[in-house]
């Protein structure tokens, strides 16, 4: 496996594409999960092989049931998406569970997404929060915006402004423009925070900065009326 991927990226030798897939092949045969997982990408997005949905989810599944918990989530994304397969939002939930035992934050904000909209399960905001909170944990930025919403208007849970200050917060120190004007409003109008309007204008600033329209309008608004 190794070696496929020295010829696939031409590291240190002469980049060598049809040799590196017939090694992946050899190795994915013997039973590599990475390797198994790479041939099923490249069978999926026709890279270096034609595009065979039917060749990658074979190759998904052999590397899953070795553990391999992106291959899970790519099976569960298949199948919610039913981008070239059936629609199944049944077995999405499946897949996206066993990733999500594995630890896969995405798989873990995708189940939270299907449990809010009742996809494949009855919809329940409680268990999408549960999930939400667990990618959260693992620094997931959707997961951490999505946590600090249901917190704030109290889906899923009890309100709780302080819970949500604290996802919002980690999801700005992570750059969401969304969540830094989320911040900007707490502090500009006091809410669930002291009023202070100097901190309302740095993440004002902040989420402006990456052109996020409605934190520009705001900031004009306090540069206006103060």
Do not use: C
């Amino acid at each position: 496996f190794n070696l496929a991927s020295i010829y696939l990226d031409g590291t240190g030798v002469k980049q060598d594409i049809s040799k590196a897939i017939n090694l992946m092949h050899d190795a994915a045969n013997q039973g590599q999960a990475d390797a198994q997982f790479n041939i099923a990408l490249f069978y999926q997005n026709g890279i270096h092989l034609p595009q065979d949905f039917n060749e990658a989810i074979k190759w998904y599944r052999k590397s899953a049931k070795q553990g391999n918990s992106n291959a899970m989530l790519n099976l569960g994304t298949l199948n919610y998406t039913g981008n070239g397969i059936e629609q199944d939002y049944t077995q999405a939930i499946r897949w996206f569970k066993m990733a999500a035992e594995q630890g896969e934050a995405k798989a873990e904000f995708n189940l939270g997404v299907m449990y809010v909209s009742g996809q494949g399960v009855i919809a329940n905001d409680t268990e999408a929060l549960k999930w939400y909170e667990r990618a959260a944990e693992k620094g997931h930025l959707e997961g951490l915006m999505n946590s600090g919403l249901m917190y704030y208007t109290g889906q899923g849970t009890k309100k709780d402004m302080t819970k949500a200050i604290e996802y919002f917060s980690m999801a700005a120190e992570k750059n969401s423009p969304e969540a830094q004007h989320n911040l900007g409003v707490f502090y500009r109008d006091g809410i669930g925070v002291p009023k202070d309007v100097n901190t309302a204008i740095k993440w004002f600033e902040k989420a402006a900065n990456q052109d996020y329209a409605v934190s520009q309008y705001g900031l004009g608004l306090i540069y206006k009326y103060g």
